[in-house]
Structure formats: structure tokens, C-alpha cells
């Protein structure tokens, strides 16, 4: 009698990342990486869009950034529950934190308050999007200024425009996500 080699199981497929994780993942002032009356605050908004170009009303978007030194430190425990308070321990008004997490609202809009970053080379803002009909979520950068950097003089001038944020008044900027289609935003492969 001869063993028979029993068949690897194959690969699941990918569901989708969505929409429920917008009940459980928002959090209060998940936006607000730094605190309101900070003199280097700036603001990066914009909508998140369809093939279609239409507002996708329930995504969920993380940033992640070096603070204003290049540090990469932020504030620990950004979203650990305080017991006593039912607070955020790393959300107390006045440390930066470096993370947020953003839902859009029911026109596709989100809003995040956060410092200029402050990494090596070119300064970005890394962007990861989770939305409903996407088998895995989406890693990008928003540069809050177009110059010299590795990554966008790889890519061709209309592809490179789509990483870089609009500047707009009062220390604000409009950095738009579209998923698919005429102006994708362009998005990176993590090995």
C-alpha cells in the first residue's frame, strides 16, 4: 500500500474590505493629528472618487507621516482606549501623533489636521484607502510640494501630478483619491 501525498489546499479568494469596517474603525478625532490652535497646522482634504467620478461615500482612509523633524516617533497609543476616561491615551489635544484614520462622509469628503511633514528628501503623507469593492486597500503618498524625490522622477508628468496635493488658502490642501479611470491616482505595491 502506498501513502498518497495529501493536495496542498489552495488559496482562498479576497472578499472585499467593506463597508462594514465604518462602524467599527472611525474613531473620535481620528482627523486631528496635531491640535487646533498649533501654528504649523495644515489641513489636507479632498474627496475619494469612482470610475465614474462619483463620491464613494463610505471609504475609510489611514495617514501615516513624519513629524515636522523627520521623526517617526508620534505620540504611542493613538488608538488605545483610556479606561478612566473612555478617551485616546495618543489623542490629548496637544502632542502630535503622527496616525489618523478618516471616514468620508455622504459626499465622499474627509478632512485630516496634521503638520507639514518633515521626512528625508521629499515630504509626504503615506495614504492607505479602504473602500467597498476593493479586494485589497490601496497604499499612495500625497506631497504637500512638487520637487525632486525618487518615487514621482519615475513617473511621467500626468501620473506625477496626481500624488501631489493642491495648495489652497489658510495653510490648506485638496488631494483628491480616484480609484480608477482618467486621472487614477497613482497607487504602490507593498512586496
Same mark, same amino acid.
Given at each position: 500500500?502506498? +501513502? ?26 481620528? $482627523? ?11 489641513? %489636507?482634504?479632498?474627496?475619494? %472618487? ?15 507621516? +513624519? ?9 504611542? $497609543? ?7 476616561? $473612555? ?50 486597500? %490601496? ?15 519615475? %513617473? ?9 496635493? +493642491? ?25
Amino acid at each position: 500500500m502506498t +501513502a498518497v501525498e495529501p493536495t496542498p489546499p489552495l488559496p482562498t479568494p479576497s472578499h472585499t474590505v467593506g463597508p462594514f469596517y465604518g462602524y467599527a474603525l472611525p474613531f473620535p478625532d481620528g $482627523g486631528r493629528i496635531v491640535s487646533d490652535g498649533h501654528p504649523e497646522r495644515v489641513t %489636507l482634504h479632498g474627496h475619494v %472618487l469612482d470610475g465614474a467620478g462619483e463620491p464613494v461615500p463610505d471609504a475609510l482612509l489611514e495617514f501615516w507621516q +513624519a513629524a515636522p523633524d523627520g521623526s517617526l516617533a508620534g505620540a504611542p $497609543g493613538s488608538l488605545r482606549r483610556d479606561p478612566v476616561t $473612555g478617551g485616546y491615551l495618543g489623542r490629548d489635544g496637544t502632542g502630535f501623533t503622527g496616525f489618523g484614520r478618516v471616514a468620508t462622509d455622504a459626499d465622499g469628503h474627509y478632512t485630516l489636521h496634521t503638520l507639514p511633514p518633515g521626512n528625508p528628501g521629499q515630504p509626504h503623507i503615506s495614504v492607505c484607502v479602504f473602500a467597498r469593492g476593493l479586494l485589497h486597500h %490601496l497604499y499612495t503618498r500625497a506631497y504637500l510640494t512638487d520637487g525632486p524625490d525618487p518615487l514621482l522622477d519615475r %513617473l511621467p508628468a500626468g501620473r506625477r501630478a496626481t500624488l501631489i496635493a +493642491a495648495e489652497e488658502p489658510h495653510r490648506s490642501y485638496r488631494f483628491d483619491v480616484r480609484l480608477q479611470g482618467e486621472g487614477e491616482t497613482v497607487f504602490l505595491e507593498f512586496p
